[in-house]
């Protein structure tokens, strides 16, 4: 097998950068990527057989761990008895009803391919509905890249500067009102002054594209309450957060009906899916029983709904959120705890197993504050967790996951090493 090295010298000849998703070329962070050869558990390893404890979860989807053995069994039969068919079939049936009995705002659902795809579409059927054309959206959330959400978004385009792309129109820009996170005054004004022609606000209830920032007490419950007098929609995007902050996702954290939910990660056990649901009479907008149209050849594909399907009801089991926060917190308090003793200033953010350490002295809450961090020295951290062997997002502001399959070993051992790399930062 040729080394990392050599396979991004030959992917770089084929691949814009040597990869399908920007942030993986790892040039926030220097350096080269390893290119991985499998996982199973915690752990990743490269071509090189270097195994790492594994932080990213393949961006969320892997809470249970990768390569879970009834996941990989369940999407082996599924393949057996074909993979695809662009018709209907009992998994999808089995795999909306787990959705609707996990998420209870969801009274219809739409399976599509990607959170990319979710979001889009939900944004399209908010217009629909509603007969208003403009989308309130919170700088440094991320929902994608469709062009009406790549104004002021997180994730790559956060960490590379250019959360507004080349190549989306200025009247779509212009559609797309941006306000701060956590700041519900911001929205009350902008409703007060142009309710009438807003769509919906569409949020990462957590946001976990600008490192992971919680939402301030009431600050949802807020949104809510104005959406809803001003008729407009209220859009949680809980791509990221969905089966991963609680089973009903952050919804259900903080106790808030939005009026449409977009779900992908989790819920495709680690194969490509997305999917928006919400109130019946809105989804009912959606082709074939409405005029706002959306449609996927692949959409409800049967590896992909038996492999999310076989990952909730695991998921769906007593205690597994209870572990979940336990493994999690440990890792909180031992990162917080290195990088005092080495006398680090740094914030960490935690929601369930979705974390973050902020290299800055001041409290982060929205993507102003979060930009304030010192990515130079993320980049030193990240480059010596690599080399103890902890595999990171390659970015300040990408969220750490913690799966079902993190023991306390392995976050002592995380813990360790954190403190060996902060001090080596003084
Ligand atoms: C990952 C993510 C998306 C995009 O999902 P893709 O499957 O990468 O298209 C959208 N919204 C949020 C909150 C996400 O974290």
Redesign the pocket.
Known sequence: MPSSHELFAEAQRCLVGGVNSPVRAYRAVGGQPPFIARAAGARIEDVEGKSYIDYVGT??PAILGHAHPEVVTAIQKAAEQGTSFGAPTALEVEMASLLIEAVPSIERVRMVN???EA?MAAVRLARGFTGRDKIIKLAGC???HADSLLVKAGSGVLTFGTPDSAGVPADVARSTIILPFNDAAAARRVFEAEGSSIAGLII?PVA??MGVIPPRDGYLAELREITRRHDALLIF?E??TGFRVAYGGAQELYGVRPDLTCL??IIGGGLPV?AFGGRRDIMEKLAPLGPVYQAGTLSGNPLAMTAGITTLRLLRRGGVYTQLEATSAALAEGLAAAAKDAGIPCQLTRVGSMLCCFFTAAPVRNYDEARQSDTKRFERFFRSMLGSGVYLAPSQFEAWFVSLAHSMDDIAATAAAARKALKGLR
């Open positions: 961006w969320g990607s959170g990319t979001t991320y929902h994608g990462e976990g594209n995007d791509v990221m992908g990660k997305g």
